[in-house]
């Protein structure tokens, strides 16, 4: 069982910054794949970032460059570090926890997932 709970989401303007962190319990943290994923106001929830137990990233395309997913295992933390923000970045983020590394943009590959943190990016 991981229970996850995401901070770090508020408001920016265009052109900035946030870091999103998400803290786990478990003990078996290190062996679960770590993913964000995001949803706006009338879309369906889609794949930000990914990292696996070894420490490989991926990205959607659309945050590549800009965004940076990372992990801490010795703290059950994941950071996603976001710069270069824009408005289309505007979105409630969730982090999940995968049993696997296989097609980690899927969300059906997820076992447990946050509550969500709000990011609010203004023009």
């Known amino acids: 069982q991981v229970q996850l709970v995401e901070s770090g989401g508020g408001s920016v303007q265009a052109g900035g910054s946030l870091r999103l962190s998400c803290a786990a319990s478990?003990?078996?943290?290190?062996?679960?794949?770590l993913g964000w994923f995001r949803q706006a106001p009338g879309k369906e929830r889609e794949f930000v970032a990914a990292?696996?137990?070894?420490?490989?990233?991926y990205y959607a395309d659309s945050v590549k460059g800009r965004f940076t997913i990372s992990r801490d295992n010795a703290q059950n933390t994941v950071l996603l570090q976001m710069n270069s923000l824009k408005p289309e970045d505007t979105a409630v983020y969730y982090c999940?926890?995968?049993?696997?590394?296989?097609?980690?943009?899927?969300?059906?590959?997820?076992?447990?997932w946050g509550q969500g943190t709000q990011v609010t990016v203004s023009s």
């Open positions: 999940a926890a995968a049993g696997s590394s296989w097609s980690l943009d899927s969300q059906r590959m997820y076992d447990y």
């Open positions: 478990g003990r078996t943290f290190s062996r679960y794949a």
């Open positions: 990292i696996t137990w070894t420490g490989g990233p």
